[in-house]
Each structure stands twice: as C-alpha cells, then as structure tokens.
C-alpha cells in the first residue's frame, strides 16, 4: 500500500505559478505517477503523468502550462503550474499505478489549488 500525500497547493491570483508536491510513503520507481484534478461538479481529468521511464504526457487543457517531474530517490513527484487561470481552480490529486501491476493504484487525498480572477 503506497501512501501519497499532496502539498503545495493554495490561493494564487490570475497569471500566478504553484508547485504542487506528492510526497510517496514507499519507493516510486516502480509507478507510473500522475496529477489528476476535479473541479466543482466536474468529472476527474488527466493533468500530467510521468511514466517509470521519465515519458510525459499533459492534458489538454494544460499542455504548456504544467511540467511534471519525479525524483525518485526523494520518492516525490512535482507539478509546476504556470499562467493560471480561474479554471484550474480544482482538487489536485495525486495517483501512483504500477507499471506491470495495474490494480496496484493509489490515490492521495488531493490538494485545492484556487485560482482568483
């Protein structure tokens, strides 16, 4: 069971950056690990995930705002968050899946990032 505690998330005004933390209780090096985000009433999206051998990919409505990065010996994953807008405002959640293991998915509690207009 990996343990996934978030940081770093808060109130930033329009245009600001934030760096979001994911601070794992075991060693990452086998997870795929992604940041997730749920806005009010809407359905959980993709925001980046970076795979166990450092591959990127970024969701649309963020690709060029965000960069994911993991360090595995500190078993953390980062998300740096740049030129936000009201619309990210959202629960960001973390997410550790098993490369080869699929079921072995872990999720954080999330951390609520607002964004002021």
């Known amino acids: 069971q990996v343990q996934l505690v978030e940081s770093g998330g808060g109130l930033v005004q329009f245009g600001g950056s934030l760096r979001l933390s994911c601070a794992a209780s075991e060693k990452i090096n086998s997870y795929n690990m992604g940041w997730f985000r749920q806005g009010p009433g809407e359905a959980r999206e993709l925001v980046a995930r970076?795979?166990?051998?450092?591959?990127?990919n970024y969701g649309d409505s963020v690709r060029g705002c965000v960069i994911i990065s993991r360090d595995n010996a500190k078993k953390t994953v980062y998300l740096q968050m740049n030129s936000l807008k009201p619309e990210d405002t959202a629960v960001y959640y973390c997410?550790?899946?098993?490369?080869?293991?699929?079921?072995?998915?872990?999720w954080g509690q999330g951390t609520q990032v607002t964004v002021s207009a």
């Open positions: 997410n550790a899946q098993h490369w080869q293991q699929l079921s072995n998915d872990y």
């Open positions: 970076i795979t166990v051998f450092g591959v990127t």
